[in-house]
C-alpha cells in the first residue's frame, strides 16, 4: 500500500502527517459558484518521463454540473493524477475538459481514456477488475470489503507510524512548521483517529447486520469468529480514543511515556485487523461467492451495506479513498457508480466536493 508515497530523505524524529499524506494541487473555483473543497489524497507515482511532467504542470479547466456524479467521478481521476484543476460549475448536462488549447467533451468513459492518456502516469484504470486475482464474477459485496480493508489497514499503519514518530520525539514540535505546535498536532491526530474508528465502527456494523446474516443462512455458525472479533477490537479502539484525550489534556507537557504506551497501543490494534481481515478474506469472503447469487440480489446486498455506511461515506468519502492507491480508489468509485443507487451514491460524491 506504500507504493504512492515518495521517498523521503528526514530521519524518523522528522517524520510528521504532512509526508504520510501529501496535500493535492491547489484547486480554484470559479467566481461564478461557491467554492468547493477536496481533502488530501495519497501522493501519485512520479510522471516517467520530462513531457508527462510538463503536462502534468498545465492547469486542467473541468466543466460541468456541480450535483452530477460524472463530474465528481472525473475530479476524483484528475486529482489522483495531482494536476493543478480548476473547477468551472455548468449548466451543460455533459462534462468538458480543457488543457491549454485542447477541449474534450463526451461519456465519463470517453473522458476518462483521455485523461489517461493525456496524465499516463499514476495509471488509474484497470479495465476489468483484477486486484489480487479478483475478477467480474467475484461478487460485488466481497471487491467492497476486500477494498475497505485496504483502506484501513492503510490508517492504521499510518497512525502506528505518526504514534512511533511522536514518541520518538518525546511529544516535542515537529520540524515541519505546517504540522503546529505539540498541542497542535496531537489535536490533528485525535480528529485522524476519530475518522478512522467511524470507519471501522460502520464497517463492522455493515458486515453483521447485511453479510453474516446471508452467510448464517446457508450455514449456521459460520460468522461466529469474526463477530468475536468485532467484540475484541471495539474496547481497545474505545482504549486509544481514551488515551489520546489524556494526552491531549496533560497540563505539564506531553508525556514521552504515554505516547509510547500509545504507539505499543496501536501497534497491538494493527496487528489484531491484519490477522482479522486476513481470516474474513480467507474463509468468509470465498463462501458469499459460494452462495450463488444473481447480480440483482448483489447489487441490493451492496446496497444495503452503503446505506449502513451512509454516515461515514457521506462525511469522510475522501478519507476513506485515500488509504487506496490510485488505481484501488477508482476501482471503488467504478463499484458505487455501476451498481449503487445513484441517489445514494450522489450523496456520498457531491458532499465531496472541491472547496477551499
Known sequence: MGSCFSSSTKSTAEIAPFDLVVKPPSVVASSTAAPTRVSAQRLPTPPATATATATSAATVRLYGPSNSLVTSYLRFAL?????????????DQKPTIQVGSETVTGSQ???????????????????KFNLEGFDEATPLIVRTIWLQHRSMLWHIERMVRWSEDLAARGGKRAVDPSVGTPKMEIRKFARSYTQLQEVMVEHAQMEERILF???ESVDRGMCKSANEEHGRELPMMNGIKEDIKSIGVL????????????????????????????????DLLPMVEAAEMGKEKQKKLLNQSLEVMRETHSRTFDFLLEGLTPQEAMQYLDLLMKFGDQDLISSFLTSSNIVD
Open 251 to 282: 497540563d505539564s507537557g506531553i508525556c514521552s511515556e504515554a505516547l509510547y504506551s500509545l504507539a505499543s497501543r496501536f501497534i497491538s490494534l494493527k496487528v489484531m485487523c491484519k490477522a482479522h481481515f486476513e481470516e474474513e478474506e480467507k
Open 213 to 215: 446474516p446471508v452467510l
Open 79 to 91: 486529482l489522483h493524477k495531482g494536476v493543478s484543476l480548476r473547477f468551472v460549475p455548468s449548466e
Open 109 to 127: 468513459e470517453v473522458l476518462l481514456r483521455y485523461i489517461e492518456d493525456k496524465f499516463p502516469e499514476p495509471r488509474l484504470m484497470i479495465w
